[in-house]
């Protein structure tokens, strides 16, 4: 088949160009450099896009291109805007939050700025180049144009398969985990964020309708839970009622390092301190799957197992959840919760309103003034909470998500309070160590601003690791190595898999408790401090009361930790029996089916 240079639609190629255009230009402004992948997406993604226009004959040809250009440019154009402010691209869950644009005019439009009419420009030129030489416009017949129609939408495809074929086949990741909402944009630019996007959504996000049959199953699940838990009262109950609440997500703590020197220093004197007057939980599991620490905050805040595949915050941010500030706010507590990363970090923005905080300080809120890592110093950080917390009307709840001590845990040398030896100092574990010692600093000078402030006697202070900082699969042998002596990976998950569980109060007698528990624990333990009844949370907590229950066990899901595992008083089973594949299974129904929406 052959084809002369005037039986090419300019008009298609006219619009290929300025959409590419278009959508470089956004992807240069969200990205310091433009990825081959995102390059190569970006054109196939338009190949396949407007191949479609070539079935049509003109005029319906050039109206289609036209709606195709208008739609394309609107969503980058929107991108663009929402990038002004919250410095991330736009998503469908974002598109549908329309509720939210309500008074948001104004804001929105000191979003746009003039040039911005670039961005729609070429539209009336295109059809009003159309509208003068459009009797000139060569017509294919149908068998060509299908030829070319299949030829375009072939190669389409085959350029954005390329980079998810790459990431799978060579780096041996999973090509859709997305960690944050520039994930996308980086591997497959704007186009690619949007179509992977809108395929997430479709297939992830859907809420489902529960069977007759799983309604009975939560049921009957709810009603065997309520049935062994025990009476609530004891002195502990409501030793916290109308009080403060403070919990601290601690980033990548483990409890291994609780009480424990290196080369003659305590690595967390801060926490070991406070034990003297904490309720301290030894065994705590994290219990966290894809989300990593946002799974941390939906566990603790909602006493629910994450979804297994995925971030719930990203797939079920938008849903409706149970909370511990739902049931302090009945009490008249506000909640606030703050974490200095951007607030679209783990959909967090979306997703806090849902878990019931009034109130969420990102990034935004703070002053830059002291960067490590991620984001601002966990020292910046609390320092800078402390006029938030003072303007809050008490009783409150605050949630506070730590950032310093995340991977590759490299501080500045001015902040290396153990200061090691070089052949520590210089190793993962070592700066492990370094990081963690930092951030338990960081919250010994939070703690006495507290005190400074006269808040340290009307508030409980709770804090928990989120999840594993090291690793068995990643780093066994230099842990062996230090430690000189081997470690199975029953030992590791004995004794080195836990994350601690602080329940502070400085008129609290120390105690520790053993008893085999998870993250999705916290909610009832608290709720017992707080004075808060079973009853108020019984059938949509999933965990246990940890000072009641004695026996005590933790499912740990996949992720970091390798395959499931039950953690029981018998030992350690790799894999899951019915009965807790079961709980897992009814949390993601309640998650998936927005249960508690539906329940109200
Ligand atoms: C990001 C921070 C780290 O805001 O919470 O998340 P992680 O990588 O640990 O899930
Ligand atoms: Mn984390």
Request: net charge negative.
């Given at each position: 088949?052959?084809?002369?240079?005037?039986?090419?639609?300019?008009?298609i190629?006219?619009?290929?160009?300025?959409?590419?255009?278009k959508?470089?230009?956004?992807?240069?402004?969200?990205?310091?450099?433009i990825s081959?992948g995102?390059?190569l997406s970006t054109i196939g993604?338009l190949?396949?896009?407007?191949s479609f226009?070539l079935?049509?004959k003109?005029p319906?040809?050039?109206?289609y291109?036209?709606?195709v250009?208008?739609?394309?440019?609107?969503?980058?154009?929107?991108?663009?805007?929402?990038f002004?402010?919250?410095g991330?691209?736009?998503?469908?869950?974002?598109?549908?939050?329309?509720?939210?644009?309500?008074?948001?005019?104004?804001s929105i439009?000191?979003?746009?700025?003039?040039s911005?009419?670039?961005?729609?420009?070429?539209?009336?030129?295109?059809l009003?180049?159309?509208?003068?030489?459009?009797?000139?416009h060569p017509?294919?017949?149908i068998?060509?144009?299908v030829?070319?129609?299949?030829?375009?939408?072939?190669?389409g495809?085959?350029?954005?398969?390329?980079?998810?074929?790459?990431?799978?086949?060579?780096d041996?990741?999973?090509?859709?985990?997305?960690?944050?909402?520039?994930?996308?944009?980086?591997d497959?630019?704007?186009?690619?964020?949007?179509v992977?996007?809108a395929?997430?959504?479709?297939?992830d996000s859907?809420?489902?309708?529960?069977t007759?049959?799983?309604?009975?199953?939560?049921?009957?699940?709810?009603?065997?839970?309520?049935?062994?838990?025990?009476?609530?009262?004891d002195?502990?109950?409501g030793a916290?009622?109308g009080?403060?609440?403070i919990?601290i997500?601690?980033?990548s703590?483990?409890?291994?390092?609780?009480?424990?020197q290196?080369?003659?220093?305590?690595i967390?004197?801060?926490?070991?301190?406070l034990?003297d007057?904490s309720?301290?939980?030894?065994?705590f599991?994290?219990?966290?799957?894809?989300?990593?620490?946002?799974?941390?905050?939906?566990?603790v805040?909602?006493?629910?197992y994450?979804?297994?595949?995925?971030?719930?915050?990203?797939?079920?941010?938008h849903?409706s959840?149970?909370?511990?500030?739902?049931?302090l706010?009945?009490?008249?507590y506000?909640?606030?919760?703050l974490?200095?990363?951007d607030?679209?970090?783990w959909?967090?923005?979306?997703?806090y309103?849902?878990l019931?905080?009034?109130?969420?300080?990102?990034i935004?809120?703070?002053?830059?003034?002291?960067?490590?890592g991620?984001?601002?110093?966990?020292k910046?950080f609390f320092?800078?909470?402390?006029p938030?917390l003072?303007e809050?009307?008490?009783?409150?709840?605050?949630?506070?998500v730590?950032?310093?001590?995340?991977?590759?845990y490299?501080?500045p040398?001015?902040e290396n309070?153990?200061?090691?030896?070089e052949?520590?100092?210089?190793?993962?574990l070592?700066?492990?160590f370094?990081?963690?010692?930092?951030?338990?600093?960081?919250i010994?000078?939070?703690?006495?601003?507290?005190?400074?402030?006269?808040?340290?006697?009307?508030?409980?202070?709770v804090?928990y690791?989120?999840?594993?900082?090291?690793?068995y699969?990643?780093?066994l042998a230099?842990?062996e190595?230090y430690?000189?002596k081997?470690?199975?990976?029953e030992?590791?998950m004995k004794s080195?898999t836990?994350?601690?569980?602080i329940i502070?109060?400085p008129?609290?007698?120390?105690?520790?408790v053993?008893?085999?528990?998870?993250?999705?624990d916290?909610l009832?333990?608290?709720?017992?401090?707080?004075g808060i009844?079973?009853?108020?949370?019984?059938?949509q907590a999933m965990?246990?009361?940890?000072?009641k229950d004695?026996q005590?066990s933790?499912?740990l899901m996949?992720?970091?930790y390798?395959?499931?595992?039950?953690?029981?008083?018998?030992?350690?089973?790799f894999?899951?029996v019915?009965e807790?594949?079961?709980?897992l299974?009814?949390?993601?129904?309640?998650?998936?089916?927005n249960?508690?929406?539906r329940?109200?």
């Amino acid at each position: 088949m052959r084809f002369r240079i005037h039986s090419i639609d300019w008009f298609i190629v006219i619009t290929f160009i300025s959409l590419l255009i278009k959508a470089l230009v956004v992807n240069r402004i969200f990205t310091t450099a433009i990825s081959q992948g995102a390059f190569l997406s970006t054109i196939g993604i338009l190949f396949a896009f407007l191949s479609f226009s070539l079935l049509f004959k003109q005029p319906l040809r050039i109206a289609y291109l036209i709606a195709v250009n208008l739609v394309v440019s609107f969503v980058l154009f929107s991108d663009l805007v929402y990038f002004r402010y919250f410095g991330s691209p736009i998503t469908m869950y974002l598109f549908l939050q329309t509720s939210n644009l309500e008074g948001l005019g104004p804001s929105i439009l000191s979003l746009i700025q003039a040039s911005d009419i670039l961005f729609f420009i070429d539209i009336p030129v295109i059809l009003g180049a159309y509208l003068f030489l459009k009797s000139e416009h060569p017509l294919l017949g149908i068998k060509k144009r299908v030829y070319l129609f299949s030829s375009l939408l072939i190669v389409g495809i085959l350029l954005v398969s390329l980079k998810p074929v790459k990431i799978h086949m060579l780096d041996q990741r999973d090509p859709f985990k997305k960690f944050t909402p520039l994930s996308y944009m980086i591997d497959w630019g704007p186009m690619g964020h949007h179509v992977f996007d809108a395929a997430d959504f479709v297939r992830d996000s859907r809420t489902i309708n529960l069977t007759a049959e799983e309604e009975k199953m939560i049921n009957d699940w709810f009603d065997t839970r309520l049935g062994a838990s025990t009476l609530s009262q004891d002195e502990l109950f409501g030793a916290g009622k109308g009080k403060n609440l403070i919990v601290i997500q601690v980033e990548s703590l483990q409890n291994f390092v609780i009480n424990q020197q290196v080369e003659g220093k305590e690595i967390t004197p801060v926490l070991n301190s406070l034990l003297d007057n904490s309720l301290y939980f030894s065994n705590f599991y994290p219990q966290t799957a894809e989300g990593n620490s946002s799974d941390a905050e939906l566990l603790v805040n909602t006493s629910l197992y994450p979804v297994r595949e995925g971030s719930t915050f990203f797939r079920y941010g938008h849903h409706s959840y149970p909370s511990l500030a739902k049931l302090l706010a009945e009490d008249g507590y506000q909640s606030i919760a703050l974490h200095a990363d951007d607030g679209s970090f783990w959909n967090r923005e979306l997703t806090y309103p849902n878990l019931g905080f009034d109130t969420f300080y990102d990034i935004a809120s703070f002053k830059r003034d002291d960067m490590i890592g991620m984001g601002l110093s966990d020292k910046s950080f609390f320092t800078q909470s402390i006029p938030f917390l003072k303007e809050l009307p008490e009783p409150f709840y605050s949630f506070y998500v730590t950032l310093t001590s995340h991977t590759p845990y490299e501080i500045p040398d001015a902040e290396n309070g153990l200061q090691l030896s070089e052949e520590l100092a210089t190793s993962h574990l070592g700066n492990y160590f370094e990081s963690i010692h930092y951030t338990d600093s960081a919250i010994g000078e939070f703690i006495d601003q507290l005190k400074k402030e006269q808040l340290l006697d009307d508030t409980i202070i709770v804090l928990y690791g989120d999840h594993d900082g090291l690793f068995y699969h990643r780093d066994l042998a230099e842990i062996e190595d230090y430690y000189d002596k081997k470690i199975t990976q029953e030992e590791w998950m004995k004794s080195y898999t836990q994350v601690p569980f602080i329940i502070y109060h400085p008129e609290f007698e120390g105690k520790t408790v053993t008893t085999i528990g998870g993250q999705i624990d916290a909610l009832p333990t608290i709720a017992h401090i707080m004075g808060i009844e079973t009853a108020a949370y019984g059938r949509q907590a999933m965990g246990r009361n940890l000072l009641k229950d004695s026996q005590g066990s933790a499912i740990l899901m996949k992720g970091d930790y390798g395959e499931k595992t039950y953690v029981h008083p018998n030992g350690i089973t790799f894999g899951l029996v019915e009965e807790q594949e079961k709980a897992l299974e009814v949390s993601e129904l309640l998650i998936r089916s927005n249960y508690f929406v539906r329940k109200k």
